[in-house]
């Protein structure tokens, strides 16, 4: 059964409205998903960084849907397509998309769509299942992103540079995540 996200909360009844609604909804999360990137964290013996980008494109898929919250990813990563300096530490171009963490980048937009459908089934309501969610999302990103750094690294070498050292900070952003939105949705449903 489809529930509403934390964005249908206050979306607008009458379709030019909504419309305008949404479309800002995209851009904000296109923006919030860039403003991410700027936490970077450079490790000197991994081509993947440390930043705020896995949190933000599962809270954006999480608080916008399956739809709005891909669509965000998408318009996140044409902006940096076209050269705007979105990308980790304000890096942009094609160039850094076909990068070593190229796949990373696609498999946000797996994870946004996928993390958004399972809120449309209230996932993101109960800390269990919100954790679930998210270590979901985390996977999706994880699993676009290791195949394609294997191609640069070899395959050997993709868990140690690739995998292992985010562990600790991705279980940090679901914990944090798995607290916030079922939070969001008490508040929201007491003040009904």
Do not use: C
Request: aromatic fraction near 10%; charge should be positive; avoid cysteine.
């Amino acid at each position: 059964m489809i529930q509403s996200t934390y964005s249908d909360v206050l979306r607008p009844q009458e379709k030019p409205g909504a419309l305008w609604y949404d479309a800002a909804l995209v851009v904000g999360g296109s923006l919030l998903i860039a403003l991410s990137a700027y936490l970077k964290i450079q490790l000197p013996f991994s081509p993947v960084p440390i930043t705020g980008q896995t949190l933000a494109v599962l809270l954006v898929g999480a608080s916008l849907g399956a739809k709005k919250g891909g669509l965000s990813v998408l318009a996140y990563l044409g902006e940096g397509l076209i050269g705007l300096p979105v990308f980790a530490g304000g890096a942009s171009g094609p160039a850094y998309l076909l990068g070593p963490t190229g796949g990373y980048l696609a498999g946000f937009a797996v994870a946004a769509f996928a993390v958004g459908w399972l809120a449309e089934r209230g996932w993101d309501r109960h800390v269990g299942l919100t954790l679930a969610a998210m270590l979901i999302g985390n996977l999706l990103i994880y699993l676009l992103g290791l195949a394609w750094l294997s191609v640069y690294v070899g395959v050997g070498q993709a868990l140690p540079l690739g995998f292992y050292p985010f562990l600790a900070g991705d279980a940090i952003k679901l914990l944090l995540a798995g607290i916030v939105l079922p939070g969001g949705w008490a508040v929201i449903t007491k003040s009904r």
